[in-house]
């Protein structure tokens, strides 16, 4: 390796269109209370580390990821589109929408780094230099009037390559932002060089949702971005991948089911509490200090009626359990768990739409919403992941960027082995990491 600094290189970066517009393309695209409550925080930046296949070869892999890029396009027209703020004095109006025409489209990046897939993989922490496989470091969603929606980034390393992507959180949840990267991959295995339209299994749905007498424009109570946009740097964090295998994960669900003498606790519930015990044990908080455990959640089919499962925008939420340090402490991993399931289960229709009337006042999130005694459960094993293969075989990691990264923030990935295995991505401060990994209960439940 040469002794300068590895750092990625931008070798080139163009805009790519959709291969043609549709009529419906060239209308503006009004966004949901939900879409327009993200326009403080950051996008979303997923991809997936292959090694090089010995056919590789890097000029015809870069131009059918532009070509496919383009036909994928079609069916994701906003995906190409900017954002352009509408406003009136009289009567008042302020709104952000999607203007899919006057646009230079979506970005596609070629990045090169000195390093091998070993050098990503091997350090027990996640490189720094991993967040620069993504665009818009540091972005936020509002920055779209001016920045890409969606940038496609191929990062070519020694031995092996990264594809990252990253779609403004305004246009996409992490439904949303798979189904975009399953599709993108479906065409790119479907297209034998031909310029034309490729469909789709799952075409996307962008009739975004308003609550009845409401939409599709939302006026939000501002007269300029200043007032509600905020920016926000994440403190130094230790980042790192933890594996829980099936076995491990059939363990922690029947040990929380038993006790509480129910079968009703789900996996994730059973994973999400032991995260939240585990890291507030080495939080060392007195026992009053309350605590609490939040998961994002999916409301299309929990709202009546339900969205389709294609619906594409945001359509999530979170759900929390909530407890005293002492008292999560000093009861069961079952106790946590039922908090958990409780939650989930009481989360329902009226509950979306009373939040819903909440962000229709013009509430927008921001990235210091997280308090520092929670732990933020995010992203899902459930999404296929990697089910995306651009012709590179089966990926072999999969890694995040530096956006929506914080003290307690614990993003599940499906594990590779498609056996219901899951990774957690664990952010931590570097005291409370050095903790959790001499924490007998927690480092024990990683291997079955």
């Not at 967040?131 to 890409?148: C, E, K, V, Y």
């Not at 300029?224 to 491990?248: G, K, V």
């Not at 990264?405 to 056996?419: A, C, M, P, R, T």
Request: glycine content about 6%; hydrophobic content about 40%.
């Amino acid at each position: 390796m040469s002794s300068s600094p590895t750092v990625v290189q931008h070798i080139s970066d163009c805009f790519i269109k959709p291969l043609y517009n549709s009529e419906e393309a060239k209308k503006p695209v009004y966004l949901s209370s939900w879409d327009l409550a993200m326009l403080s925080v950051q996008y979303i930046q997923k991809g997936l580390l292959f090694t090089k296949p010995s056919s590789f070869q890097l000029d015809p892999l870069l131009q059918k990821l532009k070509d496919s890029l383009s036909i994928t396009l079609v069916h994701f027209y906003p995906l190409a589109g900017r954002f352009k703020t509408l406003k009136q004095e009289n009567p008042p109006l302020y709104t952000v929408f999607i203007d899919c025409v006057n646009s230079p489209g979506a970005r596609f990046i070629h990045a090169n780094l000195d390093l091998t897939v070993s050098d990503i993989l091997s350090p027990k922490d996640v490189p720094l230099v991993v967040q620069s496989f993504f665009d818009h470091d540091r972005a936020i969603n509002h920055d779209g009037h001016d920045l890409s929606l969606l940038t496609v980034q191929l990062t070519e390393l020694i031995d092996g390559v990264f594809i990252g992507l990253s779609i403004n959180h305004v246009l996409a949840d992490g439904s949303s932002f798979w189904h975009f990267f399953n599709s993108f991959s479906e065409v790119f295995k479907a297209n034998n060089g031909q310029k034309q339209s490729i469909p789709i299994s799952k075409s996307p749905n962008f009739n975004h949702w308003f609550p009845e007498g409401h939409g599709p424009i939302i006026n939000l109570p501002y007269t300029h971005h200043d007032q509600f946009i905020s920016r926000h740097e994440s403190p130094n964090l230790r980042e790192r991948f933890f594996h829980f295998s099936a076995e491990s994960l059939k363990k922690l669900k029947a040990k929380a089911n038993q006790e509480c003498h129910t079968s009703k606790i789900s996996s994730l519930q059973a994973l999400s509490a032991h995260m939240w015990r585990c890291i507030t044990r080495v939080r060392k908080f007195p026992a009053d200090h309350v605590t609490s455990c939040r998961m994002a959640i999916n409301n299309r089919a929990r709202l009546e009626p339900p969205l389709p499962e294609n619906y594409f925008g945001n359509c999530i939420q979170t759900v929390r359990g909530i407890a005293s340090a002492g008292k999560l402490l000093e009861n069961s991993l079952g106790w946590a768990a039922w908090e958990m399931h409780e939650a989930v289960v009481n989360h329902k229709n009226k509950d979306i739409r009373e939040w819903v009337e909440k962000l229709e006042s013009g509430m927008i999130y921001q990235l210091g919403f997280f308090d520092r005694s929670s732990v933020m459960m995010g992203s899902s094993p459930r999404f296929d992941m990697y089910g995306n293969e651009f012709g590179l075989g089966k990926g072999v990691a999969l890694r995040s960027g530096y956006a929506h990264k914080f003290d307690g923030k614990v993003s599940l990935y499906e594990g590779i082995e498609g056996d219901g295995s899951m990774d957690l991505e664990v952010c931590l401060l570097p005291d409370f990491m050095a903790s959790l990994e001499t924490d007998k209960e927690f480092m024990d439940s990683l291997s079955s």
